[in-house]
């Protein structure tokens, strides 16, 4: 299994788990995943956590120490949560050391809620390094468009940051933009840039469910053609604009100033479709410099079957546009697509927070003091 998974880290893709829960990080299932398969970083939202901590296992002495103190749902999760990413972050220290602090990190998201609140994203995610308290973190800030003075704001203060819910090549730009603002201003107040890291999180299985909907819609034999195809063009065009921003003049005096660049992360790469081949959001996307996190399903799939055969971005732009501009040809607007996706994506999360502030709370009443 691990062959294809070295082979991909050797080709320059670092490899990391979309997953965590306590029962993970207790059991020594992390710390085998760091030693048997490359895993070097992990990322968290909060989907994940609703689904572990509503598991319970493990969950159950920390809720009733809650409990017993009368904290708010809002306090407990913001405790349950940052421990596991604590404890997690300390498995992966050792990979940090060895990386310079490019890997060996933990992402952990702010509230869903405050997705359209700059100032408020702003001060949670000082609250959540604060909290977390470790140096291989990175606070997790959507690409809405509040969200990106916040990223700015917040890597002006030293504060690494995965930029998360990217699906437009326009608002990856943006995103870039976003960060290269915040290295300068952190440049002007001093601060050292060799410390600093971000990812940008490009998500990639949903376009091509939400294009193939509409494909299947469409019903020609032309439109089932492109079934497939929009996801990994897409995400090919984000690394050229990556190769593009960081080799500008504008990136030059930072990169000077050892500044790091911000690396592209291929998010919600398990594939949907049972047609398609269950590794294509890897194999197709391997280039040098890029992040893929993966579901363990995923993950175990890249390493049983993956298909690791070089950079398979390199060389296929020109395919990657006409196969999008084929797709406006037949009347599926991108910026339409981006924009829906991009906002089922903060209500899907801002849904699993209420789901998780819901079950929580129902795990603090049952495990509440008797009075006296």
Do not use: C
């Given at each position: 299994?691990?062959?294809?998974l070295k082979r ?142 916040a990223i700015t ?43 600093i890291h971000s ?174």
């Amino acid at each position: 299994m691990t062959d294809a998974l070295k082979r991909l880290s050797d080709e320059g893709v670092a490899i990391w788990l979309d997953d965590l829960s306590r029962k993970r990080i207790t059991s020594g299932n992390l710390a085998e995943l760091i030693d048997q398969q490359h895993v070097v970083g992990v990322t968290t939202n909060p989907s994940i956590f609703q689904k572990a901590i509503s598991a319970g296992d493990g969950y159950e002495e920390q809720v009733a120490d809650l409990a017993a103190r009368g904290v708010t749902v809002e306090e407990a999760i913001r405790m349950i949560t940052t421990a596991d990413v604590r404890d997690a972050a300390d498995i992966l220290r050792p990979v940090f050391d060895e990386t310079g602090g490019q890997d060996g990190r933990v992402s952990i998201e702010v509230d869903p809620r405050l997705a359209h609140h700059t100032r408020a994203t702003t001060a949670e995610a000082k609250q959540l390094a604060w909290l977390v308290d470790r140096p291989n973190t990175l606070i997790k800030i959507p690409a809405t468009k509040a969200g990106l003075p916040a990223i700015t704001e917040t890597i002006g203060r030293g504060i690494s940051v995965n930029v998360t819910l990217i699906f437009s090549l326009e608002r990856y730009r943006a995103v870039m933009d976003a960060y290269l603002a915040g290295l300068e201003k952190a440049k002007a107040a001093g601060l050292d840039l060799s410390k600093i890291h971000s990812v940008a999180s490009f998500f990639v299985s949903r376009v091509d469910t939400e294009i193939d909907k509409q494909l299947d819609a469409i019903g020609t034999d032309e439109a089932k053609s492109l079934k497939g195809k929009a996801a990994v063009a897409n995400a090919r065009l984000a690394y050229e604009a990556y190769e593009d921003v960081f080799s500008s003049d504008r990136w030059a005096p930072l990169d000077k100033a050892q500044a790091n660049k911000q690396r592209p992360l291929w998010a919600s790469t398990g594939v949907k479709d049972p047609d398609y081949r269950d590794t294509m959001y890897v194999d197709d996307l391997v280039a040098p410099g890029t992040v893929n996190t993966m579901p363990e399903a995923t993950l175990e799939a890249a390493g049983d079957h993956g298909k690791v055969t070089g950079n398979t971005i390199a060389g296929k732009y020109d395919q990657a546009r006409a196969d999008l501009e084929a797709l406006a040809k037949i009347g599926i607007s991108y910026d339409d697509v981006v924009q829906l996706l991009e906002d089922e994506g903060v209500d899907k999360f801002e849904a699993a927070w209420n789901d998780l502030l819901k079950s929580t709370e129902a795990e603090l009443k049952r495990l509440a003091p008797s009075e006296g």
